[in-house]
């Protein structure tokens, strides 16, 4: 199953390192050439040796390999071993190896090779219950689900402390089959395509401390960006004002009012294959944008009137300038949505329409899952159940896929 992949295995201090040989041993097995990269505290529950002789290939330990001759040898082996790999585990990643790995930091061998590699990475943590349930641990757990890292959540069961609960290394046979399936079902089928993604909510500015907006988190939107980029795409992200960190090899523009994100998709449209419009764009903006803070002392008496203005139509747009480019559009709505989608889908001209209804529990704002129809220009309807907004955009993406 595994027949040719290059596979980077990385180790932490953790007692469940024991798991980690077995790994390598089934993996070998399974047709796979593996390398193995350690922290210095894995060495106090596996040995280098031991690895290294599983896995027929040396062990990387230190950032510096030692020397005793004179000169320099050549100090890039981690992004060579980046370039090589077509996925990478570390397993166990201790709860240091996460909050390290979450904040971006490179100060050891396996965190600098983790922030070089470009390849699918799948984090697999392993820690007492405490630690593992500690809000800090659960924080940057999920800014590596946001950042694009698979995290393969520890099993339950009894611990080396003596507790019982989450925290556990899942067996061997688990982490064999979740390398598998990421490894076989993560394409690099957009590979050297150009996609324009969208995310996030518009900011219409009232006065300079109001503005008029709506719930979009921006997690669908970054959610296809990190999935396309995974897949090889070359992609292009514009959003609105989120609290979301950048996914992986993706480069980031941000906007604020519905204008800015006209003119920001306007520029960056040309040469891209594809364009997945994800954003919650303000529909109106307001006539006028007051200079200075609207005072509520004298206005308690009576009511402050909006106007407002039609903002730009972004899709509209594009679908004059369509050309070759697949088009996607999202259709967020509460009721009749197959009747509204159909309308979308043809007044925009689009390739696909994404649906969904923010008032069905596990789709609304905010939520890391979402539940879809996708709507094809050839009028054919694919209803999916709930899912994880990362799987949702690897659907979707396969559908671009299948229209370039």
């Given at each position: 199953m ?6 980077l295995?990385?180790?932490?201090g953790?007692?469940?390192?024991y798991k980690?040989?077995?790994?390598v041993?089934e993996?070998?097995?399974n047709?796979a050439d593996?390398r193995?990269?350690?922290t ?6 596996v040995?280098?040796l031991?690895?290294?002789t599983?896995?027929?290939?040396d062990?990387?330990?230190?950032m510096?390999p030692?020397?005793t001759t004179?000169g ?8 060579d071993?980046?370039?090589?790999a077509?996925?990478?585990i570390i397993a ?5 190896l996460v909050a390290r790995l979450?904040?971006g930091?490179?100060?050891d061998?396996l965190t600098?090779?983790a922030l070089?590699a470009?390849?699918p990475?799948?984090v697999?943590?392993?820690?007492d219950?405490d630690?593992?349930?500690h809000?800090l641990?659960q924080s940057n ?6 950042t694009?890292?698979?995290v393969l959540?520890?099993?339950e069961?009894?611990?080396?402390s003596?507790?019982?609960?989450p925290?556990?290394l899942p067996?061997?046979h688990?982490?064999?089959q979740?390398i ?7 394409a690099r089928?957009l590979?050297?395509?150009k ?7 518009t900011?219409?500015p009232?006065?300079p401390v109001?503005?008029i907006?709506n719930r979009?988190?921006g997690?669908m939107g970054f959610a296809?960006?990190a999935?396309a980029a ?8 514009v ?5 979301l ?5 993706v480069?980031r ?5 519905a204008?800015d994100m006209y003119r ?5 449209k040309?040469?891209k294959?594809?364009v ?10 307001p006539s006028k ?8 002392q004298?206005?308690a008496?009576i ?5 407002l203005?039609?903002t730009?139509?972004?899709l509209?747009?594009l679908a ?5 480019t697949?088009l996607i559009?999202?259709?967020l709505?509460?009721h ?5 989608g ?6 925009k001209?689009?390739?696909l329409?994404?649906?969904?209804n ?5 789709s ?5 899952s979402?539940?879809v129809?996708?709507l094809?220009k050839?009028?054919?309807i ?13 659907v979707i993406l ?7």
């Amino acid at each position: 199953m595994l027949d040719k992949k290059h596979i980077l295995v990385g180790v932490t201090g953790g007692i469940a390192a024991y798991k980690i040989p077995f790994l390598v041993r089934e993996l070998k097995k399974n047709g796979a050439d593996v390398r193995v990269v350690m922290t210095e505290a894995a060495k106090e529950f596996v040995t280098p040796l031991t690895l290294s002789t599983l896995s027929g290939n040396d062990v990387v330990v230190g950032m510096f390999p030692g020397s005793t001759t004179p000169g320099t040898g050549r100090g890039t082996w981690h992004i060579d071993m980046s370039r090589w790999a077509d996925l990478m585990i570390i397993a166990p990643a201790t709860a240091n190896l996460v909050a390290r790995l979450a904040h971006g930091e490179a100060d050891d061998a396996l965190t600098t090779l983790a922030l070089a590699a470009s390849c699918p990475l799948i984090v697999s943590p392993s820690m007492d219950l405490d630690m593992w349930n500690h809000p800090l641990t659960q924080s940057n757990i999920q800014k590596l689900k946001e950042t694009g890292y698979y995290v393969l959540p520890p099993e339950e069961g009894e611990l080396a402390s003596g507790l019982r609960g989450p925290g556990r290394l899942p067996e061997v046979h688990t982490l064999l089959q979740t390398i598998t399936n990421v490894a076989l079902n993560t394409a690099r089928d957009l590979g050297g395509k150009k996609l324009l993604v969208t995310a996030g909510p518009t900011y219409e500015p009232l006065d300079p401390v109001r503005f008029i907006g709506n719930r979009s988190s921006g997690k669908m939107g970054f959610a296809i960006a990190a999935a396309a980029a995974q897949r090889g795409a070359n992609v292009t992200l514009v959003t609105g004002s989120v609290a979301l960190p950048s996914p992986r090899h993706v480069r980031r523009i941000d906007v604020e009012t519905a204008d800015d994100m006209y003119r920001a998709v306007l520029k960056h449209k040309n040469g891209k294959d594809a364009v997945v419009m994800a954003a919650a764009v303000a529909d109106f903006t307001p006539s006028k944008k007051f200079d200075k803070k609207i005072k509520k002392q004298g206005l308690a008496k009576i009511s402050l009137s909006v106007e407002l203005t039609p903002t730009k139509d972004i899709l509209a747009e594009l679908a004059a300038r369509k050309g070759k480019t697949v088009l996607i559009g999202f259709a967020l709505e509460t009721h009749n949505e197959l009747k509204f989608g159909r309308q979308k889908l043809k007044d925009k001209k689009l390739d696909l329409v994404v649906i969904n209804n923010p008032l069905k529990d596990g789709s609304g704002f905010g939520t890391d899952s979402n539940i879809v129809t996708l709507l094809s220009k050839r009028g054919k309807i694919e209803k999916f159940k709930k899912m994880s907004k990362f799987d949702v955009a690897n659907v979707i993406l396969d559908r671009v896929v299948k229209l370039l």
